[in-house]
């Protein structure tokens, strides 16, 4: 049976069978570890024998020091040094008579077969539809019948599943070395795919990962009682699993690497199963030998002192298979290139801490967590955080994490605000466990970072932050205890607490101002307290209680809040919760919610705006509650007389107060209750009819006052403004056309424009009622098909309206003219072509066309009013920051409704060039709705559109002109703007250069071959005899941006049409123009990749790379001796081999040539990925110290070291990887795409 054999041992070869070979326990554990990690010396680039035990004592330094010397297994193989039992008869061993260098295989066993045995393994593994635990036990038995030939097909099944085609024949089993048969794999592996079983996709590769960890953990399981104590199996799968996890083909890596931890999961299992049953053995024993002399039995205490010390010598091995494939693979491939592989280890060593915790739970382990916490990747981060979660998350544990928790607790809180939301996620988490495990550990500065994060717009955050602060804050104060096996009701002192904690939050943190989005967040964990609705209404019924007024806002807030979430389910505005739609269980759950809360709510509402009605703020959301009440128990529950009372209080309500949102919040829930399917319909429209009357009466009354008077005193103004308010609103949710308002408003609007006689703040609701007066009228019409006099008549009000609108336009008053802008734009809009869409052909009497003096107005005032710098917004500066936004809002209104004039046909599509020009100098406040007109109106007409661009940048061009002169126009700032405008206005066509070609070839043609461009630049000559340039001239250089997305052949038309055009224009020879020398420097064909790549996909390209020579590495050898930094493992895929600073990289790129290349080479998972990405990422050097440095340090310190060494790097790293983007070699080598494997470190040639 061979076995591999390290190269830095001695040349004499033992089998493990022979009765002269040495068999202790130290020395084959250690021999594991030395044969795991001669893998890496084995290959092409050899390091001399004496060198490795100062190779693997240095490998360790940084983050792999403590996993090297720290080792909790050490202690214990030095302690007990002791002979392994033979496992399976004596055999002779035949030996090969010239053993080679390296890695050797040893054969046990000579078999005469030219053929492999099929791998059934694999294909079994594959398919996942066999147990696993028979399928190894089948393999078990063919192991017996034929180790060589079962050994031999267990290496295959994992060659195999890294998706490699080749396979080792028994040939290269017995003669070739480890690092042959390796590099002869690798040139067999495809080329052609990135793709390998672990990361395919498709249905057959879905479950493939799963099934074969399983079948990794069975194999240790069926194995601990037979063959994982033989010496022959394991170790030589473990040297296996080494070297491919060192091998620079990233599946090899990645399916090795996977496979080494999960076999180390397994032997720790077993480990802590051996523990287990040595702990028991001992106690046994200890029992046993106290007995009386009488009682006790010699025989059994000999049995029970043999068992302990086999159990002994079965931990010792096992632990030295876990050393090596710690120090082997571990130490390597966590801080691998390939995130995937660093979440591998990182969850794997978080699973031996959590069941092993005797060995693992240490400093020296938790270290690799800690460091791995400032991960690039989110996955990484992601792993480490669920790692620490299993740890924190058992109390017995929690007693050994002090320390790591000192160290690591400032970036475990910092992750709060990791800019992946799903770490954040698990951060918080994490602290949610250390805050219910270790009292005192986070302080106040600590919570207080994680409090702002209840009002985050991701909701999954937001409720892990509000679940944060349920357990910091109100837990401790209400929590439920059993009380003779049951759980009592909470006291109502305790809900009280819970809700003026909640308060104090809100008001005392001061971190918003709506505590809608503290509901939502607090409400998976705090979802009972919040629905005691009970509760908070006797808050604010209380007679004698102490709210101030922002408290009782707050409190109403509370409630309207809890109601809609306990009713709907949804998130609040701008939150959203990522869930397609409720189970059974939860509806059910929110109409039972519903129903207590419209039978807890409906007596106590009338109460609440009785109380309230004299406050606008608490009666608007008060209002608001009818829409999450169940109507129909009204009737049921035979609670018409509060009905009656609320009914009552509405109109209260409505006559008492004047603000808009508590007039639309009555007039919604009046409409709310006015629906015919409720048997209470007609007192709800009997009580809506009296107020509209009511408000009616008093409008003609004061009206007519109005009309017959030249001046009214501030009263009567107020009380026809506020009568109209109450008017207009009710207009907006009811049908009011039956009390015929139009036409006294009409009086109204017209007397203004005709004397301007009639106060401001009137103007404002009448404008609003003529408005929907239309759409109610609208309505009827096309409902039911109105006759020919009804269209004209809703047609010549319309258009009255809208000539009002012009009117107020042209005001005083800033307020009217933004309302009739909206107004004029949501008429044209209703009225344009498209209303007779749907088969409402019969509405075609109704289509309005704006005249050109109307078009003209609106995009004046939209130049006026909308682009605007910020000098012209007058008092903004004094302004508060909440008054600046709603400004702002109003603005983007008033473009939005103008740009959907635009879209819609109902402006010419040319005057889309007054918003397209201000794209770039707007962008922050309109760039998304100037983006989306651009996109909508390319899609409408692509040519068309083309010209508008043009438009747009010959109207700055000229303005520009105007006002500068065309002297050194090109240099002023402005000008550059206009040229990032054209650039934008490129980029805009996107990619597509065969299906831009037709519209991009417009902004340099009209009507073809004329170029509209070219010619508008030389339009205006310059005097005869002056030698000045054409004032137009500089527009070359806006043309010249949008050269990129040309091909070849529309330059070469465009160069020649220039030509043309500059042979009639007169210049001075010798003297060409700037503008012509950059258009023409654009249209070059030297410029040109359109048309060697029109998709714009670079070409990948094979790169033929020799590794270094002899002489090479010995000057790399030699320069890291003289600067005192230790090496890293030669074949470790993240290891660079000449250890430079990053800061010269750059400059010693050009002088090292290939070697520098040969250096920085790593594996990449596609075939197209930069060379130099970031390769020392995860290497860390030591500091130049003695060798007793380590006997006066403690683990923390070295934990300091070593990290801040790790973070210091990551800066390092990403200055190193900005400056690669610098012009140098090796910004041309990162053009090009690497192959699947990299031969580099083979030293073999492309195949």
């Known amino acids: 049976m061979p076995t591999l054999k390290s190269s830095g041992s001695s040349p004499q070869l033992h089998s493990s069978s022979s009765p002269s070979s040495v068999s202790s326990s130290l020395q084959r554990t250690v021999g594991v570890a030395q044969r795991a990690l001669s893998a890496s010396s084995s290959s092409s680039i050899n390091l001399p024998c004496e060198d490795k035990d100062s190779e693997l004592a240095s490998k360790g330094a940084g983050p792999s020091l403590s996993g090297d010397e720290g080792s909790d297994f050490e202690d214990s193989l030095r302690r007990n040094v002791k002979k392994r039992r033979a496992k399976r008869p004596h055999k002779t061993t035949p030996v090969a008579k010239h053993p080679k260098k390296g890695s050797q295989i040893i054969c046990r066993k000579v078999q005469k077969k030219s053929e492999l045995p099929a791998c059934d393994l694999f294909d079994a593994v594959k398919a996942a539809k066999s147990d696993m635990q028979s399928l190894v036990d089948e393999w078990l038995e063919s192991y017996k019948q034929d180790e060589d030939t079962g050994f031999l097909e267990l290496v295959n099944f994992f060659i195999r599943s890294c998706g490699c085609k080749g396979t080792v024949t028994p040939e290269m089993f017995k003669k070739m070395s480890n690092s042959e048969v390796i590099r002869h794999l690798t040139e067999q592996f495809n080329e052609d795919s990135g793709d390998y079983p672990l990361t395919a996709s498709g249905p057959s590769w879905k479950k493939f990962q799963g099934s074969f960890c399983e079948f990794v953990k069975m194999l240790v399981c069926q194995c601990q009682y037979s063959l994982l104590y033989d010496g022959f199996p394991m170790d030589n799968l473990i040297s296996l699993l080494t070297g491919l996890s060192d091998s620079q083909v990233r599946a090899f890596r990645h399916t090795s690497t996977l496979a080494a931890m999960k076999l180390m999961t397994s032997l720790v299992r077993v480990a802590l199963q051996l523990s287990l049953h040595k702990d028991n053995s001992q106690r046994q024993y200890e029992s ?19 068992k302990r010390k086999e159990l002994q010598e079965h931990q010792e091995e096992i632990e030295g298979m876990m050393n090596a494939i710690f120090r082997g693979v571990f130490v390597h491939r966590y801080r691998d290139i390939l995130p995937e592989i660093r979440a591998i280890c990182i969850e794997e060593i978080g699973c031996w801490m959590q069941s092993y915790g005797t060995s693992f739970l240490t400093d020296s382990y938790l270290k690799y967590i800690g460091w791995t916490l400032h991960d690039k990747h989110r996955d990484v981060r992601l792993t480490c955080l669920k790692a620490l979660q299993g740890l924190y998350s058992n109390r017995e544990l929690t007693a050994r994490l002090e320390l790591f928790t000192s160290r690591f607790k400032d970036r475990m809180v910092s992750m709060v605000m990791d800019r992946e939301y799903d770490v954040a996620v698990e951060a918080v988490r994490l602290l949610i466990l250390i805050l219910k495990n270790m009292e005192g550990v986070l302080t106040s500065a600590d919570c207080e970072s994680v409090y702002p994060v209840v009002y985050a717009s991701h909701r999954p955050l937001a409720a892990a932050a509000g679940e944060f602060l349920y357990w910091k804050l109100f837990y401790p104060e209400f929590e439920m205890r059993a009380v003779f096996g049951r759980e009592r009701h909470r006291s109502p002192h305790a809900q009280r607490t819970f809700f003026h904690l909640l308060l104090y939050f809100f008001m005392e943190v001061e971190l918003h101002d709506h505590a809608t989005y503290l509901v939502d967040s607090l409400w998976d964990c705090a979802g009972p307290h919040l629905k005691d609705w009970e509760s908070l209404t006797s808050l604010l019924l209380e007679k004698d209680q102490n709210l101030s007024d922002v408290q009782e806002n707050t409190l109403i807030e509370i409630l309207v809040s809890s109601a809609r979430q306990a009713v709907e389910g ?55 509650l009818l829409n999450y009440f169940d109507l129909s128990i009204y009737c049921t529950g035979r609670l018409e007389k509060h009905l009656e009372l609320l009914l009552q209080q509405l109109q209260e309500v409505v006559v008492k107060h004047t603000e808009p949102p508590v007039l639309e919040a009555g007039a919604q829930a009046l409409y709310v209750l006015c629906k015919p399917e409720f048997t209470f319909f007609s007192r709800v429209d009997f009580a809506r009819s009296q107020l509209v009357d009511l408000l009616t009466d008093r409008f003609q009354q004061e009206l007519e006052e109005l009309l017959q008077s030249s001046f009214l005193d501030e009263d009567e103004v107020y009380s026809l403004t506020a009568t109209l308010k109450r008017l207009s609103a009710f207009y907006n949710a009811h049908d009011l056309t039956r009390w015929e308002l139009y036409d006294p408003c009409y009086r109204l609007l017209r007397k203004a424009v005709d004397t301007g006689e009639v106060p401001h703040q009137v103007i404002l609701p009448a404008l609003t009622l003529v408005y929907f007066s239309i759409l109610w009228t609208l309505t009827h019409i096309s409902g039911s098909g109105g006759s020919q006099k009804q269209l004209l008549s809703l047609k010549g009000k319309m258009v009255a309206v809208c000539e009002l609108c012009q009117n107020y336009l042209s005001g005083v008053d800033l307020q009217i003219q933004e309302q009739a802008f909206v107004l004029l734009t949501d008429l044209l809009l209703i009225f344009s072509p498209q209303m007779i869409a749907g088969g409402r052909d019969f509405l075609r009497p109704l289509i309005f066309f704006p005249e050109a003096t109307l078009q003209s107005e609106l995009a004046s005032f939209l130049m006026d009013h909308v682009f605007l710098q910020s000098g012209d917004l007058g008092s903004g500066q004094t302004q508060d920051d909440h008054k600046q936004i709603e400004q702002l809002n109003q603005r983007r209104r008033l473009l939005a409704g103008f740009c959907k004039l635009l879209l819609y046909g109902v402006l010419e599509l040319d005057a889309a060039s007054d918003v397209f020009k201000h794209y770039n100098k707007f962008y922050n406040d309109y760039g998304d709705i100037i983006k989306e007109t651009l996109t909508r109106a390319r899609q409408i007409d692509r040519s068309h559109c083309s010209r508008i661009l043009l438009l747009s940048l010959k109207q700055l061009y000229t303005e520009l002109l105007q006002e500068q002169g065309p002297q050194g126009l090109s240099e002023l700032p402005a000008f550059m703007e206009m040229r990032d405008l054209a650039r934008k206005f490129a980029l805009s066509f996107g990619p597509q250069q065969l299906q831009n070609r037709d519209i991009v070839m417009k902004l340099h043609s009209d009507f073809a071959p004329l170029r509209e461009g070219i010619k508008f630049s030389l339009s205006e000559l310059p005097p005869s005899g002056s030698s000045d340039e054409p004032p137009n001239l500089a527009f070359l250089e806006l043309l010249s941006e949008f050269s990129p997305r040309l091909f070849h052949q529309d330059k070469q038309l465009l160069l020649s049409y220039l030509e043309k055009c500059l042979q009639r224009v007169p210049q001075t020879p010798g003297c060409p123009w700037g503008p012509v020398t950059t258009y023409r420097h654009s249209l070059s064909p030297v410029e040109s ?49 000449s250890k430079q600073p990053l800061g010269v990289l750059g400059e010693t790129e050009e002088e090292d040539g290939l070697e520098s290349e040969f250096s920085q080479s790593r594996f990449l998972s596609g075939t197209q990925r930069p060379r130099f990405s970031g390769a020392q990422y995860f290497q860390t050097s030591s ?21 801040e060494e790790l973070e210091s790097l990551d800066e390092s790293s990403e200055e190193w990887q900005n400056t690669k983007k610098q012009p140098g070699s090796h910004s041309s080598l990162s053009e090009h795409g690497l192959d699947l494997l990299d031969s580099t470190e083979l030293n073999i040639e492309d195949f």
């Not at 046993?288 to 043999?306: A, M, V, Y």
């Not at 990522?578 to 109460?607: C, N, W």
């Open 288 to 306: 046993e030998r106290n007995k009386g002399p009488e009682q006790r039995s010699p025989e059994r205490l000999e049995s029970l002192l043999e």
């Open 570 to 624: 949804h998130p609040p505005v701008g939150r959203v919760s990522g869930r397609k739609g409720l189970s059974a269980k939860e509806r059910k759950v929110q109409a039972d919610d519903k129903v207590k809360l419209t039978e807890h709510l409906i007596p106590l509402l009338p109460q609440l705006l009785a109380k309230f009605s004299a406050d606008a703020e608490k009666v608007a959301p008060l209002l608001q």
């Open 1089 to 1137: 990749t359109a048309e060697a790549n029109p998709q714009g996909h670079s070409r990948s390209k094979k790169r033929r790379i020799e590794g270094p020579s002899k002489h090479q590495r010995a000057d790399q050898e030699e320069s890291l001796q003289l600067n005192s930094v230790p090496p890293t493992p030669t074949l470790t895929s993240t290891a660079v081999k």
């Open 1183 to 1203: 500091s130049p110290s003695g060798p007793g440095l380590d006997n006066k340090l403690t683990r923390l310190s070295l934990m300091e070291e070593d990290e």
